[in-house]
């Protein structure tokens, strides 16, 4: 069963075939994803990397976690599940996080 790992303090320049080349030297990598601002395509300085293995992700953890990168200690441990937000501000998609009230349309009402 592929274990997916976090991996934290990324240099911008850190990319995701050099994530794929370093985790593949203790074990399998299924998938790399190092994740970017939708807007500047800019790294967030974080990503994931799914190894096949619990074993190889065991190992990955021991060799990498502070370990150097481009120049950062970086850091690896086991992923967590993502959260779903409840509610309040921000928990939907709806732009403001205010809802629009009896009768729906979103427009000003003069």
Do not use: C, W
Request: charge should be positive.
């Amino acid at each position: 069963m592929n274990k997916r790992l976090y991996i934290g303090n990324l240099s911008s320049d850190v990319t995701e075939q050099d994530l794929t080349h370093n985790f593949s030297t203790v074990g399998k990598v299924a998938t790399v994803a190092i994740i970017k601002d939708r807007f500047s395509n800019q790294s967030k300085g974080f990503g994931f990397v799914e190894m096949e293995s619990e074993e190889d992700a065991r190992k990955a953890i021991a060799q990498f976690n502070g370990g150097e990168l481009r120049g950062k200690k970086i850091t690896v441990s086991e992923a967590r599940e993502r959260k779903e937000r409840e509610g309040g501000f921000g928990g939907g998609r709806s732009g403001s996080g205010f809802s629009r009230g009896p009768g729906g349309g979103g427009g000003r009402r003069y």
